[in-house]
C-alpha cells in the first residue's frame, strides 16, 4: 500500500513515559530506605561475611561473638571499611564467576579509574564497564588481541586510546553516554567492527575519514551529538543497516545519501530539517524512516507514496510537552538524562512500528487525556 505516512504526537506520550519512570524512581527509593531500615539489611551483610569468610577457610571463632556474626571483626578487615579491599574482593569475584566466558564486568560510582590487575588479563574476550566516574582507558588496551566486545556506556570518559586500533577482532564498541568530544582516527583500523555506539556524548561534531575503512559496520548511532551534517567516512560505510544521527543539528542531507544502499533504517528527529532530498526515494533497502516534521515544508511525494513498505513517521512537537515536562524535571536532570529516557521511548516505539504487520495509511495527530 501507498501512503504509509504516521503523523503522531510524540510529546505528549514522552510525557507519559517520563511520569512513569518518575514514580518507578520514587518507588525504589523508598524500597532501599525501606530496606536500609529493616533487620534484612544486617541480615544480608552477615550472610556475605560468612559466605566470605568461608571462601577464605577462615573459621567460625574468626567471626562468631558469643554465637552471633560480628561484622565488626578487625582481624576481617570486613565489608566497607577498606575501600581498596572492597573494590579487590569485586574484582576478584567477578573474574571467578565470568572467566570461563572471558567476560569482565565493572559497575559502580566508587570507581575512577579501572583495576592494575586487568592488565594481566589479556585473555579477556568483553569488557562491560557502566556507570562508573573512569575518565580514562589506558594504553595497555592494545594487549587485548582477542577482545571481541568492549561495552564502555555510562562512565566519563573524555577520550579514547590510539591504541584502541590495535584490537583488530573488535566487533561491537558502545562509548555512548560519556564525554567525548572526538574519536581518534585510528578506530578505522578496528577492520571487523560491527557496532558502533557514540550517541549521547553531546559534543562530538564530526568523525575521521579514517573510519571509511569500516566496511562490516551495520549499525552506527552518533545521537545527541553537535553533527552539522552526515559525516563523509559515514557515507563510505558500504554495509551499514542502521543509522541513527537524531538529536543533532542537521541542516540537510548529502544528496548522495543514496550510496547507503543496504540502509533499512533511518533515525533523523530532532535536527533542523527543512527539506528530504529525492536520492531518499532511491534507497531499495529502506524501510523506517523518522523525522520531526515541524520545521519540514518539503517531502519527495514519492517518499509518501512509496509502495515498497517504507514506514515514515513524521513526529510532531506541541506546547503540551512544556506542560508535561515540567513536573518531571526533577528526574530529568540535565540534558543527556533526557536524552536517554527519550533514547528508551525510542527504542520502544520503533520495536512496536516493526511488529505491526500493517501501518495506517494515515493518522492525525492524537491527543491523549490520561489520569495516572
Not at 216 to 237: E, G
Request: glycine fraction near 4%; proline fraction near 4%.
Amino acid at each position: 500500500m501507498g501512503h504509509q505516512v504516521i503523523i503522531f504526537d510524540f510529546s505528549v506520550i514522552r510525557g507519559l513515559w517520563e511520569t512513569r519512570v518518575k514514580k518507578c524512581k520514587e518507588r525504589q527509593r523508598k524500597e532501599k530506605e525501606r530496606l536500609e531500615q529493616s533487620a534484612l539489611e544486617k541480615i544480608k551483610q552477615e550472610w556475605n561475611l560468612i559466605l566470605e569468610c568461608r571462601k577464605k577457610g577462615i573459621p567460625q571463632s574468626k567471626y562468631l561473638k558469643n554465637g552471633f556474626v560480628d561484622i565488626n571483626a578487625k582481624n576481617l578487615d570486613t565489608h566497607g571499611k577498606n575501600p581498596q579491599l572492597k573494590k579487590s574482593h569485586a574484582l576478584s569475584d567477578g573474574v571467578n564467576k565470568e572467566q570461563d566466558k572471558f567476560i569482565f564486568q565493572l559497575s559502580g560510582e566508587q570507581w575512577t579509574e579501572l583495576p592494575d590487575s586487568l592488565k594481566e588479563q589479556t585473555y579477556l574476550k568483553e569488557w562491560h564497564v557502566y556507570n562508573t566516574l573512569i575518565q580514562t582507558i589506558p594504553a595497555y588496551l592494545a594487549l587485548f588481541q582477542d577482545l571481541r566486545v568492549l561495552e564502555l556506556s555510562k562512565n566519563q570518559i573524555n577520550n579514547l586510546p590510539a591504541e584502541i586500533g590495535c584490537l583488530k577482532n573488535l566487533k561491537v564498541l558502545n562509548v555512548s553516554f560519556n564525554n567525548l568530544k572526538s574519536v581518534p582516527p585510528e578506530l578505522g583500523d578496528c577492520e571487523n567492527l560491527e557496532k558502533l555506539d557514540l550517541s549521547g556524548n553531546m559534543e562530538i561534531t564530526e568523525l575521521p575519514f579514517e573510519l571509511s575503512n569500516l566496511k562490516q559496520l551495520t549499525f552506527v548511532d552518533v545521537s545527541a551529538n553537535k553533527f552539522h551534517s552526515i559525516p563523509i567516512c559515514v557515507l563510505r560505510m558500504s554495509n551499514l543497516q542502521w543509522l541513527d544521527i537524531s538529536s543533532n543539528s542537521l541542516k540537510d542531507l548529502p544528496e548522495d545519501i543514496d550510496r547507503l544502499d543496504e540502509l533499512q533504517t533511518l533515525l533523523l528527529q530532532k535536527n533542523k530539517l527543512t527539506y528530504l532530498p529525492r536520492a531518499l526515494v532511491n534507497m531499495p533497502k529502506l524501510s523506517l524512516l523518522v523525522v520531526s516534521g515541524d520545521d519540514l515544508v518539503e517531502i519527495p511525494t514519492a517518499i509518501c507514496e512509496s509502495t515498497t513498505g517504507l514506514k515514515f513517521v513524521s513526529l510532531k512537537d506541541s506546547p503540551v510537552e512544556t506542560i508535561v515536562c515540567e513536573d518531571t524535571e526533577e528526574i530529568i536532570e540535565n540534558e543527556r538524562e533526557r536524552e536517554q529516557v527519550e533514547k528508551e521511548f525510542m527504542k520502544a516505539y520503533i520495536e512496536d512500528l516493526r511488529e505491526r504487520e500493517s501501518t495506517p495509511s494515515y493518522t492525525t495527530k492524537v491527543m491523549l487525556s490520561l489520569q495516572l
